[in-house]
């Protein structure tokens, strides 16, 4: 009974532990998604958590008339009480209200209470500036307006795509086939191929940018989708071949002789029945190799290039942080629509991690 208890005061702990983590993280990612609707003059002048209900100083209509002939640079009467100019500008305290100057010139101080505020003004400009590369007005934080050309952020996005979607499903499929033959086929070298191919893991990708480009530009491969996505392949597969060999080389042998048995061959073996059941593996490496070539800005910078045409994410939007670092508004868009991508593939795919690996498929 105390051994329960025990227990189950620890699962408690953990899952308050990892709440607080969620929350950790949780919370910058609010703070960019509430950002990202704000108008530009309430990014620059107000932090993202003004948005939530919050007590906030506001006039209560009434107002002090003070005679004009007041001297502001000595001390100034007011109730009966004195204050400096200082002191007003910012905003005294008194009795639970605040005074602060509403007209400096005309000598007139506003009488303002505590009370809960909300602010609604959220906008999805910040998101059509982002996407498309017209002309749109931005209004700044003194009143005044200015005219800038929208970034044109879609034609990365889809150019991000293009490059994600194949080298993430290239590098995986030949990892899975070089796992297999690892795993489960004898031929000679097999071992000494196999370490070679896990000591690339440690090799820093840099090291190879130079030569590869050389015979890149004398193929003339550079600049092109072919090219980058070879280049994501070859970085790709020494962690992915190792990743797939981990699980395919536990997979019950009972299940090969079987196969054997009833005539198929290794192809047959490989796609009707290592595919199948390597699908939580499959989707935990494919995810990871995904949000590599996702976020990736090295390998796309220097074998694709910097052209406005074929730029990709990370490229816009570094580009927006140095010609625009103080355009939050558009920083702040940009990257939430960078993350959604990558959210949509974790959240669809996540449901493999907890899918049974081998429900059903040995007896005895």
Known sequence: MAFKKKRKSGKWIVNIVLGFICLIW??????????????????????????????????????????????????????????????????VEV??????????????????KQGWVTSTDLTLDNYNNVITGKEYTLKNADGSETTEKG???????????????PATV?????????????AWLRFP????????????????IQVALIPVLKDYTSLGLNGSYLGIWLAHTAFGL??????????????????????????????????????????PALASIGIFQFLWVWNDYLVSLIFIGNQPGVQVMSMKIADLVGSRGNDWHLLTS???ISMLMPLAIFFLLQKYFVRGLMGGSVKG
Do not use: C
């Open 26 to 91: 949780l919370l910058p990612t609010l703070g960019l998604l509430i950002s990202s609707f704000r108008p530009a003059a309430d990014i620059l002048s107000t932090g993202w958590w003004k948005v939530l209900p919050h007590q906030e100083w506001k006039a209560a209509g009434d107002t002090i008339k003070l005679p004009k002939d007041v001297d502001l640079r000595g001390p100034i009467e007011v109730n009966g009480k004195t204050y400096t100019d200082d002191q007003l500008k910012a905003g």
């Open 95 to 112: 009795d639970g209200n605040r005074l602060i100057w509403e007209n400096r010139r005309a000598r007139v101080i506003s009488i303002e």
């Open 151 to 165: 970034t044109g952020l879609s034609q990365a996005f889809w150019n991000t795509l293009t490059i994600a979607v």
């Open 170 to 182: 290239i590098p995986v499929l030949i990892a899975s086939f070089a796992a297999y033959a690892f």
């Open 189 to 204: 070298g097999r071992k000494t191929l196999f370490v070679i191919i896990i000591a690339m893991l440690v090799i820093p």
């Open 238 to 279: 020494p962690l992915v071949t190792y990743f797939m060999y981990n699980f395919i080389s536990q997979l019950p042998k009972d299940l090969f002789e079987s196969a054997f048995m009833d005539g198929a061959n290794h192809f047959t073996i490989f796609s009707k029945l290592i595919l199948p059941l390597s699908v």
């Open 334 to 336: 940009a990257a939430f």
